[in-house]
């Protein structure tokens, strides 16, 4: 079963056109890569009257071509590049003369918090990164300007058709928060584990499909001075949240999430979640260094480059992040989360696979029409096939990658999700539905991995969080059925 979010490795290589990269005989075929949730909330704002008024397929919104455009990146894991020198050059393209600023940052929140407060926003935001902001409140507050002109308007590439028959069906599933379109996701990720392919080869080792057979070789890791797994307790990203939490489902099926994103009463609480939470605070106190905890992100996944650990939870990002630091005797490969118990409802071989990478118009921008335009561009073939150029990134673009020349890691993540079939793991929306429940699940999370709490302890605070913000009336609620 798949679910609203979700990519089918069918789905994903009908629309991206990842065909056109099979390895050779007998290859699997390929699919791809990325970041992040969408987020939510009640009043979404309209886009201008003017983005929708117009008839020319050159110019949908009304552009007006001598207006200043502002646009603010994540500069993380794909840099900013992607964004100076290829998006806005094509904006630029489009409307000579055009000023454009760029704003590249990893501090999202530190730069736009006050903004947003202030009025005085960007026309374009891409909402990505341990600050990133919540879109529920933004949202709530009007302050996103609301996207189904684009997804409706012509298509740069072929006018005849809409923006919205020229990516897959899970940005549009994705972009709604109550019921209005007001988040475009534009990249394909796959999360599960990462290792290196090159040192398993070296030394002779297979990737384990059952919990027993991974602690087995956390134990023969150990005797070489590697550990089976590691992660960050400083400034550390959400990784290891989301790799419970698809552990869960992978133990309980994807109903699990659903019902955690639905507020469900005692969905913390689940066997599964349990297992899974349990499962994974073993491996961290008796596979694991707590030193690492005194590490960011970075820093741990350089360890990763150095033969330090065997496996880090990631997202397919990973390979480009680290590409100037990774070693020639590195190859990223990526690796299904082994079986928990016999029973597990979802077989071993299957991962997560969603899209992401936030990008937004500021409802209240001085310049929304060309805001829109510009992620026009974006999901253009051109802006879409650089953009994998340039990240080894693949967008939610159908077509966009063909021809381009993949890296390893994506080459892997492409067989794991042919591997995966239809079991693919359903992403968790809350993150983006109730941000106070993530962060807080986030920062607890650590606590969990530093052994400074039990399973039970964490996830009986899980719940009381969640039963809080259930209760709050001021949080407005979102709902999935699948």
Known sequence: MTHPGEITRRQLLRRIGMTALVAGPGAGLLSACATGGAGSGDQPSAAPTSAAATTDPKNPFGVDPKKPLEVVIFSGGYGDSYAKDLHEELYKKAYAGVSIKHTGTQGIGTQLRPRFQGGDVPD???????????????????????????????????????????????????????????????????????????????????????????????????????????????????????????????????????????????????????????????????????????????????????????????GSWIENEMAKDKPMDFEYAIAPIPDVTAADKMPYGAIQVGVGENFAVPAKGKNVPGGLEYLRIMLSKEGAKGFTEKTKSVTVVNGAAEGVDLPPGLMSAAKAGDAAGQNIITEARFEGWYKELFDFGHAEMINLMAGRMTPDEYLTKMQKKADDIKKDDSVAKQTRSQ
Do not use: C
Request: charge should be negative; avoid cysteine; hydrophobic fraction near 45%.
């Open 124 to 314: 374009v935001l891409n909402n990505s990164g341990p600050e990133a902001l919540d879109l529920a409140a933004l949202a709530a507050e009007g302050q996103l300007a609301e996207l189904t002109a684009l997804f409706d308007a012509p298509s740069i590439d072929d006018p005849s058709k809409k923006v919205r028959d020229t990516i897959t069906p899970a940005v549009l599933d994705n972009a709604k928060i109550s019921g209005k379109d007001v988040v475009l996701n534009y990249t394909v990720s796959h999360r599960a584990l990462w290792y290196n392919a090159k040192l398993f080869a070296s030394k002779g080792w297979t990737l384990p499909k059952t919990w027993a057979e991974f602690t087995a070789l956390g134990d023969t890791a150990k005797k070489e001075g590697i550990h089976l797994f590691a992660y960050p307790g400083l400034k550390g990203p959400y990784y290891q949240l989301w790799n419970v939490l698809y552990t869960a489902a992978k133990i309980g099926g994807n109903q699990v999430i659903i019902d955690i994103d639905n507020l469900v009463d005692n969905a913390w609480l689940a066997e599964p979640v349990k297992q899974a939470v349990t499962a994974w605070t073993d491996i961290m106190l008796k596979y694991s260094d707590k030193s690492y905890l005194g590490l960011d992100h970075t820093q741990v996944q350089v360890k990763h480059l150095q033969n330090k650990l065997l496996f880090y939870p990631v």
